[in-house]
């Protein structure tokens, strides 16, 4: 391309514009293909049941860095990532494929680390690796992972379910990810100036746990089906609460009303965000990679959702005119704005 | 891991030892999962249908030199790629998802361009892009693509099926996309050492057209179902002529014996191979990329393949004490090792 031509920055759109902008002419031609691009997952249409397909491409240095991720945690993560897609549609995944991009730096051992970590998250999740080849890198390490799965028709749950009057919910808590980056950061920083001390992360096992080796909410998915609970929509908290929130409004054509007292924290995440001089609700709003499940349900299923263990309540659905909105403990009504993980 | 720990090269498996290595212990649990690793597409049962998934991770530097390979083309290519490994399990791919690792480097232009060859791909072979996504890198350009088709039960085509007196058959011809290559990195070591120098590469056309724009059989496999044809087993032409013989052989616990005088190799690789001082059968066993079908047939078959057009017949399947070995056309025999592309 000559340097006369038109170069617009990539950065001009972000993560989500940009795959907007490239994919929005783009009109499906099988009637097998149901829901393409702008959800947790593509869904396929086989019948008696909905193959659901999710895609996720990690980069070394983008998505993570060798010096704190161990190898068999990076493996598991990897495949619990794609697996969090799938359960986010109220599906079961099945089957994962896995492609490494692998440079000479890597032992054969090393590899069998990584593969561990994966055939562990497979073997916890009774998933199938049915597939993936591995090729040389010159550019560090690259994972890309697909997971198929298998839903009902009549409870995949999508983004844009969402109406007036549903419950905003999430499971388990959200920002201890975020936090036990910035601890694993900080330690990284300290042995790169001074290599001989030791780190001290034995204390904050929860929250480098989170970040290190999450979980994808299976039993959540397995709840609802046992208590007939189908949620009106659903996404899994990987951006951030602000950007995955915003996913459910823009797509559902709805704004949100949250209430911060309502927003689970762990307490170890909320000591530790003080102590980074960090606002406790700022890391649960933007931290992402809690690969917890943000839903909504009718008013109607409130009492039944209500008794269930490890479900948090935080709003409510409202006219998309009225926005998304944050209700602070302190009185105050903010704006709640997209500051999740962007990494242009 | 410390250095004392035991480390051995990547290299001492080659990328197909490797994947083998990595994956042998790992066992399928689900009922659905009919085919793991080892084919070119996994395998899940879907009740009328099978779904039939395959993946490919493609990387700059690697893979491909953004120095010739047009965005557009290469957005095109990496389709292909993929679809062609759903035809050669004789199933018809219907959905792909694209995950892009990209730098600051790009500007949402070149990914406009990488994007018109990917929908012009999906556009020609009706296939749907249902999902993926965009990513930063700071290492080059990477394009992982995962292709979804169906097939029918009794009509897949593994690479475990050839059996002794099954008759081996490619389509089209061999080497061209390696001579194609040679030429691309001709005019590239020219262009650097002498920028003033214009590159002539359209009288070689059709060479360069087989490296930058491969088109997958998919006529082929509907001149299969017009003509009630089930090969024996099928692989496509990735890795080059010997080493995917040698997977079909491996799998199908056979060996092989092919005529020199019937591997179709273009009159145009033939002599481009002369002025490389290369061996056009060589170049057709190791060059690799053709994206054409190698596949067997029962003897029964035969009559009705050999009015096929662009079907070239060139050997017979052999017991495996046998071995795998090339009748030259100087009378000579030897045995066919495997020389495809083995990037470590």
Chains 1, 2 share one sequence.
Not at 102 to 113: D, H, K, T
Not at 310 to 327: A, F, N, Q, S, T
Request: contains cysteine.
């Amino acid at each position: 391309m000559s340097t006369e031509e038109k170069r617009t920055d990539i950065s001009k759109y972000g993560e989500f514009g940009l795959i907007d902008h490239l994919t929005h002419s783009i009109s499906l031609q099988n009637p097998s293909s149901l829901k393409g691009v702008g959800d947790d997952a593509a869904l396929i249409d086989n019948g008696n049941h909905l193959t659901v397909v999710s895609t996720d491409l990690l980069l070394e240095g983008i998505h993570f860095d060798l010096m704190y991720n161990p190898l068999k945690h990076l493996g598991y993560k990897a495949i619990i990532v794609n697996l969090s897609d799938i359960y986010a549609m109220n599906a079961q995944p099945k089957q994962v494929t896995v492609s490494l991009g692998v440079s000479n730096r890597f032992s054969v051992e090393a590899l069998e680390e990584l593969y561990s970590g994966i055939k562990a998250a497979c073997e916890h999740y009774k998933v199938d690796l049915v597939g993936g080849d591995t090729t040389s890198s010159n550019q560090g390490l690259v994972i890309s992972v697909t997971a198929i799965g298998q839903g009902e028709k009549e409870k995949i749950t999508y983004r844009s379910g969402a109406k007036v009057g549903d419950i905003v919910c999430v499971t388990g808590d959200l920002g201890a990810a975020y936090l036990g980056l910035q601890l694993l950061e900080r330690e990284k920083q300290i042995y790169l100036s001074q290599p001989e001390v030791q780190p001290d992360l034995e204390s904050q096992e929860y929250l480098v746990g989170r970040q290190l080796k999450p979980e994808a909410r299976r039993d959540m998915v397995e709840l609802f089906a046992r208590n007939n609970i189908v949620p009106t929509a659903m996404i899994d908290v990987s951006d951030g609460l602000s950007s995955d929130l915003m996913h459910i409004c823009k797509q559902s054509n709805v704004g949100a009303f949250i209430e911060e007292s309502g927003v689970p924290i762990h307490p170890e995440a909320q000591q530790m965000a003080i102590k980074f001089k960090l606002d406790p609700i700022t890391c649960a709003l933007s931290g992402g990679e809690d690969y917890e499940l943000l839903f909504t349900i009718d008013e109607k299923d409130l009492p039944a959702v209500r008794l269930l263990p490890d479900i948090y309540i935080m709003g409510e659905i409202v006219p998309r005119e009225d926005g998304i909105k944050l209700h602070t403990k302190g009185g105050n009504i903010h704006p709640i704005k997209a500051q999740g993980w962007d990494h242009f």
